[in-house]
Each structure stands twice: as C-alpha cells, then as structure tokens.
T-cell receptor, first 113, second 115 residues
Framework: DQQVKQNSPSLSVQEGRISILNCDYT??????FLWYKKYPAEGPTFLIS?????DKNEDGRFTVFLNKSAKHLSLHIVPSQPGDSAVYFCAASVGQAGTALIFGKGTTLSVSS | DAGVIQSPRHEVTEMGQEVTLRCKPI?????LFWYRQTMMRGLELLIYFNNNVPIDDSGMPEDRFSAKMPNASFSTLKIQPSEPRDSAVYFC?????????????FGDGTRLSIL
C-alpha cells in the first residue's frame, strides 16, 4: 500500500506558466516532506522541503504548500523554464530527513518553449 | 565539492554471480542510505547506517542482499547470488545529521542488469 502517492504520472506546461505538482500521503505520522528533481541517468537532487509545523515554504521560483488536514502537498514552480523538465519526486519521513524517506513514484514535468 | 560517488555506473552480469556495488558518501556526512528504483515499486529504501552502524535493514529484500560500512567513507551493497529480478537502479545517499533538517544527497546510481 503506497503511503505517498503522486497520482499524475506526467504534466505538460508552457514556458513562463505555473507548474503545479501534487502529492498525497496516508500516514499521519509523517512530519517532514521533501521534493526531489531527477534528470535521466542522474540521481535525485534535493529541491525544497517543509516541516509539518509549517504550511508554506518558498525558495526562489519554488514553493511548497502543505495541507495537513487533507494530507496533501503541492509544489509550485513559477515561472516554469525548459530546464525544469525532469521527474519530480515527493518524499516523506517520520522524524526528519535522517530517517527513511518514503517516495512517491514521481511526476514527469515537460516544459515547452 | 565532490558529491556521493557510486561505482560502477553500469553492471551487467549473469544470474548466479556475485555483485558488489560501492558508495563513497560526501565527506563529513555520517548517515548513509541505499535505495533501489524499479518501474513497479519506484524508489524504496533498502538499508541505512548512522555513524557506520546499520539502523534499519527492513527494506533488504532477502538474505541474498547484504550491506556493510567498514568506515565513514565507504559502503558496499552485495548481492549473492544475483537473480534477474534484482535488475534495477541502485542509489546511495548520504546526509549530515547535525545542523537541523539536512536533506539526503544522492549519487548518480548504479544501473544493474542481471541476465
């Protein structure tokens, strides 16, 4: 049973527009959430994170929103750029990022120019 | 700065052979993680170490899999004997546990094919 779900396998967006990637989780014990970006033939690269005590975290073009009551988080990329085209993984853990990360299966984002 | 280094990048071998995957974590990092990525199951944790000590190996699929961390700068994941269903991309990640919620940093993986 998947504890972290990314229900959209793919997303296509035009350059300059907003990309919204979604993630749902089932385990209410999760208290730390991360987004990773992955290019082909490379390892996942950390993008942004959020603790369960917050509902928003922003870093440049990237913002993560957390809705604990809905067990839902989203990653917003504004404006989207062609270089953002990659697979995005949502991950969650109990007790900070030092323990096991549970990953979603990823969403492939394609940004066209 | 050197990131997490994994070797080999690709490994093709016949079933029944022993396979050893290697990982050098980022210098100063004291937690190390082994993950496996497959189409069916996605990215899943196999085992992780804190300060060279295995903490959680519940993700290791079978006794055919073993992992060691003899020192702070080196870890191995061994499969003996290997089977075709072990074909996957294996990632190593490391993290420093001080300074708040530091993320895990991943290597570029080893693509393993068992024929």
């Amino acid at each position: 049973d998947q504890q972290v779900k990314q229900n959209s396998p793919s997303l296509s967006v035009q350059e300059g527009r907003i990309s919204i990637l979604n993630c749902d989780y089932t385990n209410s014990m999760f208290d730390y959430f991360l987004w990773y970006k992955k290019y082909p033939a490379e390892g996942p690269t950390f993008l942004i994170s959020i603790s369960s005590i917050k509902d928003k975290n922003e870093d440049g073009r990237f913002t993560v929103f957390l809705n604990k009551s809905a067990k839902h988080l989203s990653l917003h990329i504004v404006p989207s750029q062609p270089g953002d085209s990659a697979v995005y993984f949502c991950a969650a853990s109990v007790g900070q990022a030092g323990t096991a990360l549970i990953f979603g299966k990823g969403t492939t984002l394609s940004v066209s120019s | 700065d050197a990131g997490v280094i994994q070797s080999p990048r690709h490994e093709v071998t016949e079933m029944g052979q022993e396979v050893t995957l290697r990982c050098k974590p980022i210098s100063g990092h004291n937690s190390l993680f082994w993950y496996r990525q497959t189409m069916m199951r996605g990215l899943e944790l196999l085992i992780y170490f804190n300060n060279n000590v295995p903490i959680d190996d519940s993700g290791m699929p079978e006794d055919r899999f073993s992992a060691k961390m003899p020192n702070a700068s080196f870890s191995t994941l061994k499969i003996q004997p290997s089977e075709p269903r072990d074909s996957a991309v294996y990632f190593c990640a490391s993290r420093i546990t001080t300074g708040g919620n530091q993320p895990q940093h991943f290597g570029d993986g080893t693509r393993l094919s068992i024929l």
